[in-house]
């Protein structure tokens, strides 16, 4: 999505407020809170963040896989500030479309 390749790299940080029923700023306000959650984590884990994938085993059979990933406060992005750094970029991105219809 990014022109320098920056954004691969990173966390990102969201709920859903499709179905919940709550407001786009109070999700903003708990995705800046998880965020100072997974910081005050990673410091204490020494920029270590454990973070859990998916493995296909064999066909339709998945196994949970703990992997520590090494990575810095900077790399932990909830979704405005990702749609902020996007747009920042000179992509053309719509706040009600950002997740499905970014485009440059």
Not at 12 to 22: C, K, Q
Request: net charge negative; glycine share 4%; proline share 4%.
């Amino acid at each position: 999505m990014s022109k320098s390749g920056k954004l691969s790299s990173r966390i990102y940080l969201t709920l859903s407020d499709r179905s919940t029923g709550i407001t786009t700023s109070v999700v903003e306000r708990i995705e800046q809170n998880l965020k100072k959650d997974v910081i005050r984590e990673l410091h204490r884990m020494d920029g270590k963040l454990l973070l859990h994938d998916e493995m296909e085993t064999e066909p339709g059979t998945f196994e949970i896989v703990p992997q520590w990933e090494q990575i810095t406060d900077e790399d932990i992005l909830t979704p405005r500030e990702v749609f902020d750094m996007v747009a920042k970029e000179g992509y053309k991105v719509e706040p009600t479309a950002c997740s499905t219809q970014c485009r440059h």
